[in-house]
Nanobody, 123 residues
Framework: QVQLVESGGGLVQAGGSLRLSCTASGRTLDNYVVAWFRQPPGKEREFVATIGKSGGMTMYEDPVKGRFTISRDNAKNVVNLEMNNLTPEDTATYSC????????????????WGQGIQVTVSS
């Protein structure tokens, strides 16, 4: 089975940018749809973005549209989430997840999860 590890999180000021990476091992990532989810402090986990197996299909949650970009490099077994114009409301633990199925915004459709990484945006 595939193992996922997130990297690139940290502390950034409002208006700044971060790039998160989700690196896979154990299996080649091109067999999986990959998504990013986040869980803000004290709130439920929410969908952020997802990308199809070839990268041709992407889907974003409304609050991040136009600011976040999901991309993948199957040769490197990595999916990136470029986050621009960050606001304090983007503060959360971000997790990547993988699925053999179709792109979906629902966490229950994803079978494999990374451990999560913290993103904190200061005002």
């Amino acid at each position: 089975q595939v193992q996922l590890v997130e990297s690139g999180g940290g502390l950034v000021q409002a208006g700044g940018s971060l790039r998160l990476s989700c690196t896979a091992s154990g299996r080649t990532l091109d067999n999986y749809v990959v998504a990013w989810f986040r869980q803000p402090p004290g709130k439920e986990r929410e969908f952020v973005a997802t990308i199809g197996k070839s990268g041709g299909m992407t889907m974003y949650e409304d609050p991040v549209k136009g600011r976040f970009t999901i991309s993948r490099d199957n040769a490197k077994n990595v999916v990136n989430l470029e986050m621009n114009n960050l606001t304090p409301e983007d503060t959360a633990t971000y997790s990547c997840a993988a699925s053999h199925g179709l792109t979906s915004r629902f966490s229950y459709n994803y079978d494999y999860w990374g451990q999560g990484i913290q993103v904190t945006v200061s005002s």
